[in-house]
């Protein structure tokens, strides 16, 4: 299970931002066409427990944050490879716009609807969770953090009708606590961002590659080997993701300035 490459993509997008987590559509389908045509084909998490119904080269597809990119541009192309993929819902931004990220000064994303993710469920897509608000989970106390983790389940669950098994860390960034607030929600899989094999394999910590607008092909095949080996192409994954730490700080600091306005 852990040889399993597991690729994760945010926004598919022709449109410009100031980031670099979206991936244009023509980037999009090259990449697919490549897992396609060296034999790849897509798994999801809830496939994992039939091992020996796997197929010889198996990859699993991913996208944080559930926009709506995702339904409108990226499932086009996975259909035309017969591919699915596992889609991590932030469940209180459902059919809204996002405010999390910095790095893009603030530009907002539209996030899936309700309906729509009902129809990818129906398409043979899973969807898993991303928290209810993609807060950063270390910071939280106990209460606030059993409603990220254990509420959005249940949201998910109460629109999908079924069970929601997989989890996705925002900003995939997880302490001891978190993870062990994760395995008592009742979660199956959880991935977090790319570290060096350890020894120590947990389904609950998955190793996932991020797939940027500055990967070229090379880069995206070498980001299929699993576990990661260090290299450019990791070092450079690593150093973007610090990026990810802005946006958690103004994230921070903003929840402080409201709190102090409250009290005021």
């Not at 996975?78 to 809204?96: A, E, N, Y």
């Not at 716009?97 to 993710?117: G, P």
């Not at 209810?132 to 910071?139: E, I, Q, R, S, V």
């Not at 607008?213 to 299929?224: E, G, N, P, R, Y």
Request: charged content about 20%.
């Amino acid at each position: 299970m852990f040889d399993i490459p597991i690729i994760t993509y945010h926004k598919i997008s022709n449109e410009k931002e100031f980031g670099l987590t979206t991936v244009s559509q023509s980037q999009f389908a090259r990449q697919m066409d490549y897992l396609n045509s060296n034999g790849y084909k897509s798994i999801c998490f809830n496939q994992l427990d039939s091992k020996n119904y796997l197929p010889e080269k198996p990859v699993i597809i991913t996208f944080d944050d559930g926009y709506e990119s995702v339904y409108k541009n990226a499932v086009p192309i996975l259909d035309t490879f017969r591919f699915k993929s596992v889609v991590f819902i932030v469940s209180s931004f459902l059919g809204k716009l996002n405010h999390w990220e910095a790095v893009s000064f603030q530009q907002q994303f539209k996030h899936l609807s309700k309906d729509q993710i009902l129809k990818l469920r129906d398409m043979g897509h899973e969807i898993g969770s991303h928290g209810k608000m993609h807060t950063y989970l270390p910071k939280l106390d106990n209460m606030a953090l059993r409603e990220e983790i254990e509420g959005s389940k249940a949201d998910l669950e109460d629109i999908l009708g079924e069970e929601i098994n997989s989890f996705c860390y925002p900003y995939g960034r997880y302490t001891k606590r978190v993870l062990s607030f994760v395995e008592k929600a009742g979660y199956r899989y959880a991935t977090t961002n790319p570290k060096l094999y350890n020894g120590i394999l947990n389904p609950l910590s998955i190793t996932r590659r991020s797939i940027y607008s500055t990967d070229s092909l090379a880069s995206f095949i070498k980001k299929l080997s699993s576990p990661p080996h260090l290299n450019l192409t990791l070092l450079a994954e690593i150093i973007i993701q610090k990026g990810a730490l802005a946006s958690i700080g103004m994230n921070l600091l903003r929840k402080v300035k409201s709190q102090f306005l409250l009290d005021i």
